[in-house]
T-cell receptor, first 110, second 113 residues
Framework: RKEVEQDPGPFNVPEGATVAFNCTYS??????FFWYRQDCRKEPKLLMS???SGNEDGRFTAQLNRASQYISLLIRDSKLSDSATYLC???????????FGTGTRLKVLA | ETGVTQSPTHLIKTRGQQVTLRCSSQ?????VSWYQQALGQGPQFIFQ???????GRGNFPPRFSGLQFPNYSSELNVNALELDDSALYLC????????????FGEGSRLTVL
């Protein structure tokens, strides 16, 4: 079983739609969580950190459920430019190893 | 742009050869991590360097080795290349102790024939 699991998709949604991705992690010692965005054939870039209380950045909302060990990302009012792969990432306190999921592909259609 | 630069951007090798990939970290960052990303997969942690020493290693064999230099730049060396080593190799710089953002370079795409 992978340490961080995501549905690979693709999720094909129309512009303006709301889409949600979930991610589960198996290591209960994981303490820090992130969503990274990766465009086709480019490097990953941080989209947002995920905090226990949940956090929002514009159209993006991230949630963490420690009891169930899952993280979510909600994108509202999808734009064509949101088309990318979204990588769920966890990190354990005291280590410097970031564990990436396989990524979820999103295609926003005109 | 992140300020992390990698070279070469693309290269082709044959099985059994050796390869060296290079990375210059972002100014002010003292830690470099290397990741392997196979097609359709997420990045897999290879190892991390801090103060010129390996500080954490993923599930990769010893033929994957690295160096960090006093200016925080780094090299990834892979010996005895195998077909499965074909991947995008990503370097990420960060500041040790800050559990935050990794700044990735654009990667070196290695093809092993």
């Amino acid at each position: 079983r992978k340490e961080v699991e995501q549905d690979p998709g693709p999720f094909n949604v129309p512009e303006g739609a709301t889409v949600a991705f979930n991610c589960t992690y198996s290591n209960s010692a994981s303490q820090s969580f992130f969503w990274y965005r990766q465009d086709c054939r480019k490097e990953p870039k941080l989209l947002m950190s995920v905090y226990s209380s949940g956090n929002e950045d514009g159209r993006f909302t991230a949630q963490l459920n420690r009891a169930s060990q899952y993280i979510s990302l909600l994108i509202r009012d999808s734009k064509l430019s949101d088309s990318a792969t979204y990588l769920c990432v966890s990190s354990e306190v005291g280590t410097y190893k970031y564990i990436f999921g396989t990524g979820t592909r999103l295609k926003v259609l005109a | 742009e992140t300020g992390v630069t990698q070279s070469p951007t693309h290269l082709i090798k044959t099985r059994g050869q050796q390869v060296t990939l290079r990375c210059s970290s972002q100014s002010g960052h003292n830690t470099v991590s290397w990741y392997q990303q196979a097609l359709g997969q997420g990045p897999q942690f290879i190892f991390q360097y801090y103060r010129e020493e390996e500080n954490g290693r993923g599930n990769f064999p010893p033929r994957f080795s690295g160096l960090q230099f006093p200016n925080y730049s780094s090299e990834l060396n892979v010996n005895a290349l195998e077909l499965d080593d074909s991947a995008l190799y990503l370097c990420a710089s960060s500041v040790r102790g800050e559990a935050g953002e990794l700044f990735f370079g654009e990667g070196s795409r290695l093809t092993v024939l």
